[in-house]
């Protein structure tokens, strides 16, 4: 099957070539094209532009009110945890006192207790000592099993 239309090689370079003009042709086209849509957007966007530099100056204006606020807010803050803080320590130190006090009465009782009666207070004393080392014993023992 041998086809009728043969080009000879001076014919298909120069139908080469003129598919590289045509292609030259329409990638200038384009470009002009494109250069032209560019310019159009970037006129159409300007306004938009400045509208948005306005937009962030005053979202930077409104940011630093912001801030001084939080700031304000802080120290407020600051300040009643520091009184809080007060509190809770004179609190805590009156607690204490009073805890002292209880444990020295009743150091004075049991040494009350002690010259009182001196054979129950050993007596006692050295059942404590008893029951204590059993539970210490039993606990040790109770580990190593």
Do not use: F, W
């Amino acid at each position: 099957m041998e086809s009728d239309n043969v080009k000879t090689p001076s014919q298909l370079a120069e139908e080469t070539r003129q598919v590289g003009r045509d292609a030259v042709e329409a990638a200038q086209g384009y470009a002009t094209e494109a250069r032209r849509v560019g310019s159009e957007a970037i006129q159409s966007i300007r306004p938009s532009v400045e509208d948005a530099k306005a937009t962030g100056r005053e979202g930077l204006d409104t940011a630093r009110g912001l801030a001084g606020d939080a700031r304000d807010i802080a120290g407020d803050a600051a300040a009643t945890g520091r009184a809080y803080a007060k509190d809770a320590v004179n609190a805590a130190g009156r607690k204490l006192h009073e805890a002292q006090g209880r444990v020295q009465r009743t150091g004075e009782a049991c040494a009350q207790y002690i010259a009182d009666e001196p054979v129950k207070a050993t007596l006692i004393a050295a059942a404590s000592g008893a029951v204590l080392a059993t539970l210490l014993m039993s606990a040790l023992r109770g580990r190593r099993a």
